[in-house]
């Protein structure tokens, strides 16, 4: 409806009112840029800011397109850098990946087109009335409140896992609500995981949601270990009970902040809880078995963290208090920071994490720089008469794998030539009657702007193709010939991006999702080996792996998410992904837990000795499925479960707090085996199988 009722009028306003056709050409693009391509989410402030930031980056990139097009060379060397900073500023929040193909048309319609640099101001003007327009449109015509599906699933899974601990802290019967939690879990994952863009960017709120839900995972696996190890806490010390039940309330509240805003969840309260129970530990005061105090203080440590990044999520807490919290998502250096140096640094330390070949969105943006300025090269090279639909073509096409991007080559000719051949009887029966022209306009730009999204892709292009066809012959009448060029004219963008796909990246988004998955359980293992140093007092040197695991968590869930939204065939199994991804986010984070434990004061060398070689075993074991998922290079070897020596008691309540720690992890292990040795079989067979 927006774009129906914007486009037309500008686009008349423009040709018919100010008799300008750069103006017109612009306004009519722009307003399709702003309306269609472009889907911005949050309040309307958010809206807002997104829109004007578009229609500056669009103003940008339309003077730059006009002053190059001139110069075919210069042209091709500027699309590289133009094009590939646009495709990869998509990295910084959901948003802002949702404008990078409005922002690409303001830069390839002028610079795959005639023109002089005397333009740039009819065609600013264009686009900022469409700008304008689109904005109060989307603003004053609302779409349905669906609410967040993420957060809600969040709420659910926080409050079935507070009703699960206070049900145990009872002594009464948990398992059953146990596996409604395990069930709002997986809900959770895949409405995350369905979402086009990883719901993070540079804004905390951002940030404290994608963390909320990886801490949840996590916390859920805690609840479940607890509740099948322990299933009977009636016996358990009041202490421990009480500290459950603390967790519960804690998480219910959680749930309630994620949709509604209610009451904050008490935070001091339950580390106050917490810190009393490491001291009666440490004090040998506990009566009963410590594997109680074991669960129960993991399990307030997780839910800690779940509520400071809810807090977070519901813009009711700051920076310095995510320090404090250690939930750590940037440099803590940097969260303390204040003002506009604080989001420049997390800019650049966002850019600095995905400047890198395991990085889908740097891959992605290097090929499809490559391949846009290769469509601008052939544009000239053929001399097309409408050389920016070229262009168009190959960003239409551009997928992330080479059978992909054919699969789409094939659908998107296919769909303009059935919009070739529907807009030139429509042609021909209108005939050179203009005010049939008018009338046609609306109701193609109705069936364009709907099709995205609720029809085949096929659908789509063919009613672009009509639209393209009557706006330019309002334009500069010429019949049906209008869509015979953009049959050829897509053809050659087509050709261009398969060859791209196919030179360039034939594995596509499953080769970085592998390199990732190996990445994350190396750096993974090796913050694991550092934070059991520095918790048994073997080096006085505070783990310093732990911004370099995040960094690869990050990179894995974008190119999970890319993998994910990838069409053509999946060459990496998705259950044996997923369990891999579980595997590098247990992995990491008990490694963050254990960080957070002070050093040891006395020395245990018997038990810490112990709980070191355990450590070592997992960190090889990890190494080993590393170099198993990743880029191959040999043949791969079996894995098998670690075995552990020394089981027997140890005197030591900290040695029996990381032994459990360790066992936890080591309980997962098998899980993984297979689906390491389908992704190492999937990685070594030829890309075109």
């Known amino acids: 409806m927006r774009a129906t009722l914007v486009m037309p009028a500008l686009f008349a306003l423009t040709l018919r009112g100010f008799g300008n056709l750069q103006m017109a050409l612009f306004a009519g693009f722009g307003s399709f840029a702003t309306l269609v391509l472009v889907g911005f989410a949050g309040t309307w402030r958010n809206k807002l800011i997104a829109h004007l930031g578009l229609a500056l980056a669009g103003s940008v990139l339309l003077t730059i397109g006009t002053a190059v097009a001139s110069t075919a060379v210069l042209a091709v060397m500027v699309t590289v850098p133009v094009t590939f900073a646009v495709f990869f500023a998509g990295v910084a929040a959901p948003n802002a990946a949702s404008a990078v193909n409005g922002a690409l048309l303001a830069y390839v319609l002028p610079a795959a087109s005639p023109g002089t640099v005397s333009m740039i101001p009819d065609r600013l003007a264009g686009w900022w009335l469409a700008s304008v327009a689109g904005t109060i449109a989307v603003l004053a015509i609302h779409t349905p409140a669906t609410g967040s599906a993420v957060r809600e699933a969040a709420a659910k899974l926080a409050q079935a896992l507070g009703d699960v601990l206070e049900s145990a802290a009872r002594g009464a019967g948990a398992e059953p609500l ?19 863009f990883r719901p993070t960017g540079l804004s905390i709120g951002d940030q404290g949601l994608a963390s909320a839900v990886e801490l949840l995972e996590w916390c859920t696996s805690l609840v479940a270990d607890t509740i099948r190890e322990q299933p009977d806490l009636a016996s358990a010390p009041a202490s421990e009970r009480d500290l459950l039940a603390a967790s519960g309330s804690a998480l219910r509240r959680t749930g309630g902040l994620l949709t509604d805003r209610t009451t904050p969840p008490d935070l001091d309260g339950l580390d106050a809880l917490r810190k009393q129970s490491i001291d009666r530990s440490r004090h040998g005061m506990r009566e009963a078995d410590p594997r109680v105090a074991f669960h129960a203080g993991t399990i307030a440590t997780a839910v800690l963290a779940v509520g400071a990044a809810t807090l977070l999520a519901a813009q009711l807490a700051d920076p310095g208090e995510i320090a404090e919290a250690r939930t750590r998502w940037f440099d803590e250096a940097q969260l303390g920071r204040t003002g506009r140096l604080a989001g420049v640094s997390r800019a650049s330390a966002l850019a600095a994490r995905h400047a890198s070949v395991r990085s889908v969105w740097f891959v992605n943006s290097l090929r499809g720089s490559l391949a846009l300025a290769a469509a601008v090269a052939v544009a000239d090279a053929t001399s097309v008469q409408h050389g920016f639909w070229v262009g168009l073509g190959t960003l239409s096409v551009l997928r992330t794998n080479a059978s992909a991007t054919g699969a789409t080559a094939l659908r998107a000719l296919a769909g303009t030539v059935l919009g070739f051949v529907v807009g030139g009887a429509l042609l021909i029966g209108i005939g050179t009657s203009t005010a049939a022209l008018w009338v046609a306009l609306p109701v193609a730009v109705l069936i364009a702007a709907y099709a995205p999204g609720t029809t085949p892709f096929i659908v789509g292009q063919a009613a672009f193709t009509v639209t393209v066809a009557v706006l330019f012959n309002l334009l500069v009448p010429v ?77 894995l869930d974008e190119g999970v998410r890319g993998f994910l939204a990838e069409q053509g065939t999946k060459h990496l199994p998705r259950d044996a992904l997923w369990r891999l991804i579980g595997g590098t986010l247990r992995l990491r984070l008990t490694a963050h837990s254990i960080a957070g434990m002070p050093p040891a004061c006395a020395a245990d060398p018997g038990a810490l000795d112990q709980v070191s070689a355990r450590t070592d075993a997992l960190v090889t074991w990890y190494e080993e499925l590393a170099a198993q998922v990743g880029r191959p290079s040999r043949a791969p070897s079996g894995l098998s479960k670690p075995r552990f020596e020394g089981n027997a008691d140890a005197p030591s309540r900290r040695a029996v707090w990381l032994r459990e720690h360790l066992d936890h992890l080591a309980e997962h292990l098998e899980e993984l085996i297979e689906p390491a040795a389908r992704v190492a079989e999937t990685r070594r067979r030829p890309w075109w199988r």
């Open 479 to 555: 019949g049906w010939k209008v869509g015979e060029l953009r049959v050829e004219d897509v053809a050659i963008g087509c050709v261009v991006s398969v060859l791209v796909g196919m030179l360039f990246w034939p594995r596509g988004v499953a080769s970085v999702v592998g390199d990732d998955l190996a990445d994350s359980y190396r750096v993974g293992a090796s913050y694991l080996r550092e934070a059991i140093a520095w918790v048994c007092g073997y080096t006085s040197q505070e783990p310093t792996s732990g911004s370099a695991a995040l960094a690869a968590a990050q990179r």
């Open 178 to 196: 146990l596996i409604d939690a395990v069930e709002a879990k997986h809900d959770l994952l895949a409405t995350f995981a369905a979402t086009p």
